[in-house]
Structure formats: structure tokens, C-alpha cells
């Protein structure tokens, strides 16, 4: 027996929760559960029980579902981009990524249907479908690529599978679901050749589908009139965002897996540093993209974008605008340029104001351009000028983003955080004891 | 305000006797004429009518080929429209004193109960040193309308006779239609309608917008197809006091305002300098505008009924 090997496999065989972990888990639970009263609710009265209205007519539904999708872009950089290029220091962190993407677009779909005037109605996208909508197009390439992230997901675990049902004898009905899902993999030379040319094939496929998701996700604004959001700078614009908010949020978990799990030896001070390059350049790119996007239009100042850029500039949104800006970017740049900024800690509360600073940014794409409208608001009541959203609606927009934490937590829960196969073969455990002959 | 509206009526009858007479029919389409052409010589035998060709020309053609088009029933399909029509509106900015009755007509007929009507009269000024001007706004009823390239399910519609249309049993509320549309017509049904055991039971079409409204769905200005079914006008257009808008039908190249009086509408568009709102956007409107020049009325006068806040009355809940 390989002791070095057998204790990849222990450090990395997926355990039970601590007491932390349960009341994190209770925690998750409970803010479902009052998202779930509140669309009860919504369900039983309509949308009233939202600030939306008729100009406002999205508010943080929308630009929580832009969100999801962009940070769900993230499994294609981290885990098909990276693989593709061979940088295999990744390695212990695309599973990660890949379970984030998962989780994320999942909950992409759940926030879209969230936001239906008739939910009930859902499969007439299926029955009545019209090819010319790019609600349609946005249906497509999400259902399409939350199959590939599944896939993505699934085939590098197949060999931890088997790892696992013969290493977690302690827990039988475990044991049984692992077998079972680890499709009889063996690790022969067949099924190897088939596993890599699978990932790579997907890697592949998944990179222009990860893109079309959020270049269809900015069309829903782009093919619309409206100053704001009548721009072709949108999709790149949208991509280069979502890389941002996707590489944050792998940050953010792979700090906190690394503290709770104790992985030091796999998720190393490098992986934070060479992440915190990677989160710079991606910020530095999302920033010129924003120069772009508001310093042309302001610069020509038409009557309309000059009304809505004023109103973030300097005026309603001013104050979000600039901290989103400022504090979920331009800041970062400013800490990350340094070595000291890229270690664990300084990343992390980096990351988080980077996530944080990506949900207020996409609240500032959705929110203020539905404001300022071609024609005077008039005829409405006051309040209707402006959007604030109401508890329920941030109840509800909460639940998304726990439940998005909850698939996470159970995934992590339940799967090898850190892949143990690919590890094993990249630190050649694997040389002289392939998988099956030491079951 | 009467005598000035009586001189206008006599300038304007020769044009208006000639709209009446010739405006109900239709000679359809070229085809129709051609066909009609070709057996004129069994004109003198049967009984003929005079219509106006395209081109404005008069001409007898045999009773017998001329479609009625108003009468045929059978062809209709609320998602097809009437055949051969093709509805346009002119509204004249000349004329507008924000009344305000079109805005309560559509209200009551179409048994509103938002917050929010599906006409408008916008309180406009255009640049500071231009003077303000009152602007009803309805549904354009574009001929390359946004809201209907964007709809993903097929719920809003463009028929052949111009009318844009939503079939409330299949929106599925996203709203897109209502991002989408630059006039900001549309409105949408936020909570439970209310709108009485009447309206709420009786059987939904889609050409009568409102009867009943849905929770969840999205709502607009309909162009009045039951009121055109029964050979009458948009209740905004038979409601206002000031004939500001007219409606008819581009084939036949004739509007008709509330009074009755009809336009040759090429001839008033030419005449009074028409336009449409946001032509540069491409979406193709079918209502047009007549400047607000050389104006009947005060401004000012439609101050009093200006509400910002409200565009529809309530019922005071004692």
C-alpha cells in the first residue's frame, strides 16, 4: 500500500459537518424558508408584493438572475480554459469552480421563473417558443450549458467514485450511492482514454456556450431602446464582468473550504496568489470595459443617456455607483497589484468586495436605465418614479442566493472538494497502483 | 370654441361629402380592379358603383365586384384581424386641451382598475424656448413593433389590419414587451384586477383588451376591435370633445374624427405637416400627429386638469 496516496484519500474523502457546518446548513434552511413563505405569498397576491411597477418593471429579480449567470461563467474559465491551456496548478481548484457553476446556474433558472407575472405558464416557452426572442435564445444556451456543467462535473469524479466507495466503508449507504455513480469505472486504459477525450471535448464545447450565456443575457437589454442599455459594447462588457464575479466568489469558497477542511497541502498560498493574478488582470479587463461603456456616452452627452448617466454619476445612484466602482474594483486592482494583497486573507476580503461590488453592479445595469424612460413618467403615482424593493422581494432574492449556497455546501458535503484522482496522478502516486488494482 | 369649429367644418365639406361617400367601400386590391377591368363589357348590363382607385381616380366598376369588406364576418380570426383593413389614427396636437375625456372613456370601457390608463395625455415641451403642448399617447399600433419582435411566446401579436394585440391566456408575464417598447404604453396587471363579477365572467377574447384583465399579465391600448366590428369608433376618438383624434383606414386613405367628419388622411398629413412619435427608431407607428401649431386652444386651459400623479379615477372608498 501507498501511504502517500492513502492519505491524499483520507484528507480528501469527503466528512461529515461539523457543528459549524450544521448551523451554517440551518442557517441556509432558514432563510429558504422565509424566501419560500414570501413567493407564496407572491404567488397567492402577484408581483404587487414587489416595489416593481410599470416603469420599474424589473428590479432585483433580473439582476439577481444576471448574477447567477455570470458567476456560473466561472466553471468555464477556471475549469476548460485553464485545462485547455495545460496550467495544472488549477487542478484542486476546478472542482470548485465547477460545483459554483453548477449551483449558479441552476439558481439562474429559478430566478428567472421567480420574476414570471405567470409562472404557471412556464412551458408555453416550450409550446408556443419563438426562435426570434432572445427570452428563447436565453433558454436555449442556459438549459444547454447546465447540462455540460453537469457533465463537467461528473466525469472527473467518476474515478473518485470508486475511490470512494471502497475507502468510506463506514458509511454503507454511501458507500452504495458512490458505487453506483461511479458507472463501474475501473481505471483501465479504455476507460481512461475515453474519460480524457470526454473532459476535453467538453472543455471545449463549454467555452462558447459559457460565452453565449451571458452575451444572450446582455441581448435581453442590448436589443431593447433604451438609453443604458442600448450599447454595443454589452456582451464583451457582460463576459468580462462575469469572469470577475466568478473568480471572487472560487476565492471566497476555496478560502473558506481550505480554513473548515484544513487543506493547506492542496489549496496552497500559490493557488490564492496566482487566483489573486488572475482576479487583477480580469478586473483590469471589466474596467476598461466600463470606461467604455460610460465614458463615450457621456462624453457625446445625448439628451437621454446624459439624464441616466447624470443619475449615476452624480445623482440617485451616485453613491451605489461609485462604491460598486471604487470599492468592488478600481480598489481591488489597487490591492492586488501587490503580492502581499494576494495572500489568503487580503484576498478574500478582497474577492468579497468584488462579489458584492458585481450584485450592486448588475442592480446599477438593470435598475436606474428602467427610470428614464423616452417619454415623461406621468400619470402614475409618485412612488412609482422609483424603485425600492420590498422585504419580500429581498426575502425571496436572499433564498436564491442561499439556496445557490446550499447546493454548494451539499455538494461539498458529499464530494471530494479537491479532485482525488487528478491530484494523486499529478503528484505520480498513481505510477505503480492504479485505481482498481488496490481495491 | 363653436363658431371657429363651424368655420373649419365648411371649409372642409367638399372633402369631407366625398370621404363619406367613397371611404365605406373598398376597392380591395389591385387585383380586384384588374379583374374588373377585364370584363367591362359587361359593365352597362349590371348596376355599378363609383369607388376611388389607389391613385384617387373615380371609376365605375360593377356592383357586383366590389368587396364589402366590413360585412365579411366570416373571414375574421382575432389573430388575423380584419381582412383588407389596415387602421391608422391621426391625433391633432392643434387641438388638444388635455380634456381628458379619451383617457376616462378607455377607462370605463375597458374597465380599468390600475394605477396606470392606457392613454395618456403627456404634458409636453419639447425645448425651452418651444412652447408645451398636451400629447395623447396610446399604443402606436407599430407596423415593426418591438414589443412584438421581442415576445417569446407569440402572446403579443401584429395583425394584417395594423393592429398589435396581446392574447392575455398566454402571456407569461416576463415583461420583456414592456422594456422593449419605446412609448411605454404598456401596463401590467401587478395584483388581482377586481374588475367586477360581470367583467371578470365574461368570455375573454383578445380583441377586447380588459374584458377581463389578468393578474400577471401585461395589458395596452387595443385599437378598439369591437368597436370597429360594430362599424363605430375607438371610445378615445367618439369620447373627445375637441375631435383630436381620427381614425380610419389607410387603404381607404380616409380618417373619420368624432364629430364624424372625414379627412382624406394623405391629403391632411401633407397639408398639416404629419409625423410620428420616435420615427427615427424605425418601429413604423400607425398613429400619427399633427403639430401642435396654430392651436384652437390654450395651453394653460388643460393646467386645471392636469393630474401628475393619476390616470385613472378611482372610486372614493367612503
Known sequence: ??????????????????????????????????????????????????????????????????????????????????????????????????????????????????????????????????????????????????????LFLYFPLLPDFTILSKYSDTNSKLTKWYRALSLNWSGSEKQTKIYSRSIKVISVLIIPVAFAIHTVTAWLFETTYRPGWDSTNFGPYFVAGAFVAGSGAVVMVMYVLRKAYRLEDYITDSHFDKMGKILVMLCMVYLYFNINEYLMPIYKSTEEEEVHLRSLFTGEYAWLFWTAILGGLVAPVGVLLFPKGRKPLPLFLVSLAVVMGAWWKRYLIVIPTLSHPFLPIEGVPEAWRHYSPTWMEWAITAATLATALLIITLLVRFLPIVPIYETAEERGLLENHSVNESL | MEPKKDNQQKSRRTFVEQGLKYGLLTAASGALLAKVFGKSESLDSEETIEVMSTDGTLMQVPASAVEHAHEKKSDYNPREGFPNRKFVMVVDLAKCRNAKKCQSSCNKNHYITGENAWIKIYKMQDSEKSAPYWQPTLCQHCDEPACVKVCPVDATFKRRDGIVLIDNNRCIGCRFCMAACPYSVRVFNWSDPWQGDTVEQAEYTPDYAGIPSQKGTVDKCDFCPHMIDKGELPHCVSACPNDVFSFGDLYEDTVTNGSGQSFKLSKLLKDRAGYRLMESLGTEPSVYYLPPSDRIVDFEEGLENYTEFQSVDKPQVP
Not at chain 1, 424558508?33 to 405569498?41: D, K, R
Not at chain 1, 429579480?61 to 449567470?69: A, E, G, K, P, Q
Open chain 1, 1 to 150: 500500500m501507498n501511504t502517500a496516496y492513502e492519505k491524499v484519500i483520507n484528507d480528501l474523502a469527503p466528512r461529515k459537518f461539523s457543528w459549524r457546518g450544521n448551523v451554517w446548513v440551518a442557517l441556509l434552511v432558514l432563510v429558504i424558508l422565509i424566501g419560500i413563505y414570501s413567493y407564496v405569498q407572491q404567488l397567492k397576491h402577484g408581483l404587487v408584493i414587489t416595489g416593481m411597477r410599470d416603469y420599474a418593471l424589473w428590479g432585483i429579480y433580473i439582476s439577481n438572475f444576471v448574477f447567477f449567470v455570470a458567476v456560473s461563467l466561472v466553471g468555464s474559465l477556471i475549469t476548460a480554459i485553464l485545462r485547455l491551456s495545460d496550467a495544472h496548478w488549477s487542478t484542486p481548484l476546478t472542482r470548485i469552480a465547477e460545483i459554483i457553476a453548477v449551483a449558479a446556474i441552476i439558481m439562474a433558472g429559478i430566478a428567472i421563473i421567480i420574476d414570471m407575472g405567470r409562472p404557471d405558464r412556464v412551458l408555453n416557452l416550450f409550446i408556443h417558443g419563438r426562435l426570434q426572442s432572445p427570452i428563447i435564445w436565453d433558454v436555449i444556451v442556459i438549459s444547454t450549458y447546465l447540462v455540460l456543467s453537469i
